[in-house]
C-alpha cells in the first residue's frame, strides 16, 4: 500500500508541476517539436518507476527502424504504459480505451491529446475504424504509435496466459500506413503490479 501511496502521490505532484509547460505549448504549439512534448511523459514514466525501484532491462532498440513504427506490446500489468513510454524514447502516441476515466483525467488528458494519442471505441466498430484511421494518419505523418492488442490486461481473460487474443482490427493501423510493426514484449511485469491497487 505505501508503493502505490508513493506512486500515486508522484503523479499527482509530477503533472501538476506541469501545468505551465502544459499552457505553454496550448498557447504557442508550433513552438515546440515532437520530441519535445513527449520528452515530458518519458522523464516522468522514468521518475515514476525509479521512485518504487523498478528497473528496467531493455534489449533491442538497436534493432528499431529508424522510421515511424507501429509497436505492438503485451499487457500484464497496469504499469505498462508506464514501462513503454519510460523505454521508447522517440516520440510515441498511444491507443487507449474510449474510457470516461482516460478522456476526462485533469491534465493527463491534455498531455494525451498533445502526444497524438487516439482513443478507440471497443462497442462501435464504426467509430473503432475512424480510431484506426486517425492512428494510421498519425504514423503516415511521422509520428509512431502503440497500441496493446489484446484489448484488457492478459490475465484478466485468463488468468494462467502468458498472452490472449488479439482483438480484430489492432493491426489494421500498420496495413493502413504500411509502416513496420515492432513486437515490444513486456516481461515479468504482471507482479510489479502487486502492491498498487487503490
Known sequence: MFNYLKFATYQIFGFSCSIPKLNKIKKNPDNFTNKEIYDFLHKQAE???????????????????????LFICNHSSMLDSFILFSSVDRPIGCVVADEPVWR?????????KLTKCVYINRQNNKE?????NEAANNILKGQSMAVFPEGDLTWVKDPDAIISEFRNGALKIAYKSKCPIVPFVIKNSRHTYEGYQP
Not at 47 to 69: A, C, H, M, W, Y
Open 128 to 132: 473503432g475504424i475512424k480510431s484506426i
Open 47 to 69: 521518475k515514476s518507476l525509479k521512485l518504487v525501484n523498478i528497473n528496467l532491462t531493455i534489449k533491442g532498440k538497436e534493432n528499431i527502424p529508424n522510421q515511424p513504427v
Open 104 to 112: 476526462s483525467m485533469p491534465i493527463v488528458s491534455s498531455w494525451a
